[in-house]
């Protein structure tokens, strides 16, 4: 069985991930990593020499061959649910976690490391929250459809594994 956690940048889907996969005996792996490692460069680099389109079909590549793995915890990027079939592919290949998080507690998470993230780091504080605001309302449609949602700041891990065992 894998675990793919989804939610918005800055939900906490790889430090959740990193200490669930500890407690479970998993491996965990993040997409954005594997993408990183295929492609030989950063995600901004990625973005700015690729371009957007690129990514995604390399997230949905990376997916694709996640998908026969076993026993894993996967932190997939923000928008990787969001893209051609991919939600479907989680739900039919593991079970999906959505970490929801307010847009406010986003915002005061992202904010201080957005330079490091392709899609906030030329924004504005104001263009900042309007972002995360406008994308998680777009994107709430595909979260959604995760099997479960975890809405607290900090997830309680093994009563995440009681859910997910349930």
């Known amino acids: 069985m894998n675990i793919f ?42 973005f700015r020499h690729l371009g957007e389109e690129k990514f995604r079909e390399n997230e949905t590549g ?9 026993n894993l915890v996967v932190s997939t990027g923000g928008g ?17 976690v959505y970490l929801k998080v307010s847009p406010t ?10 330079y490091k993230r392709p899609l906030i780091k030329n924004l504005s504080d104001e263009e900042l ?18 099997h479960h949602t975890v809405t607290e700041l900090d997830v309680d891990l093994k009563e995440l594994i009681k859910v997910l065992s349930g």
């Open 5 to 46: 956690l989804i939610g918005f940048m800055g939900s906490g889907k790889s430090t959740s991930g990193k200490k669930l996969s500890k407690l479970l005996g998993y491996s965990f792996v993040d997409t954005d990593e594997l993408i990183i490692d295929r492609l030989g460069m950063s995600i901004n680099d990625i």
């Open 62 to 70: 990376v997916l694709n061959k996640l998908v026969t793995e076993k």
């Open 80 to 96: 990787l649910p969001c893209y051609g079939e991919n939600m479907d592919i989680i739900n039919r290949h593991g079970i999906s």
């Open 105 to 114: 507690d986003l915002y005061s998470r992202l904010s201080p490391g957005k």
């Open 129 to 146: 929250m309007k972002f995360i605001e406008d994308t998680l309302s777009h994107r709430e449609t595909y979260y959604s459809l995760a």
